[in-house]
């Protein structure tokens, strides 16, 4: 439930809805790019939504491991260009779920640490909420590597939550949100390149939110 949770954040403490769209991560290896041999009684064609500001190269070779050429022969496009909320066929799905074996060494697995981690973090901040005072933040957020951030963990860099605590970081246009540990003040450096950043993340976290480039609008609720 937690990592059902963690896709969905606002189905915690209440039931779905009927028809409601739930999120539901399908690991690469469990989408089949050709149909041959496939039983098309027991397949389901899986589809893909482009977001805001995502092309073509970036869904067919970063996403899907797919060629441009393939997608869009696939989706019979005659030129690059795509547009937000467009639909892709990307290929087909066993309609039993995902084969033993097709999850493994997966992002999204039970066992990942990141997602370990998201909740540990979650449950810190709680914590603190009992005895401590809640404060927010918005404004303009960027991903960077410089600066120790280089790292496969949910932290970030931020003038006013203390060092090495938690805090919730907010996509409002996405409606998504992580909980990241504060591992430094943000570098004079990267204050030169826009003097309004408010907040720095490291690339994972910015996977989490589902930021497309290196700059988004971002919320930030810390606690002192």
Known sequence: MQELYFYNPSLEGRMPKAKEPIRVPIP???IYRYEDNLNPAFHIPVFFIVGKGQTLYTISNTYFKMSV???KRRNHLTTDKIEENQRLFIGWMNIKGIPPGKNDDDPDTKNNPILKEYYDNKNTYS????????WEHKGLAKVTTQSGMKTVSLVALHDYAPI???ILIENPSEKKSIYARVIGRIPP???EEDANVILVVSE???QLLMIIDNRFFAEVRYLK
């Open 28 to 30: 690469n290896r469990a």
């Open 69 to 71: 050429e393939q997608m």
């Open 127 to 134: 914590q603190n909420c009992n005895f401590k005072t809640e």
């Open 164 to 166: 090495n605590s938690i």
């Open 189 to 191: 450096s990267l204050k």
């Open 204 to 206: 994972i976290a910015s």
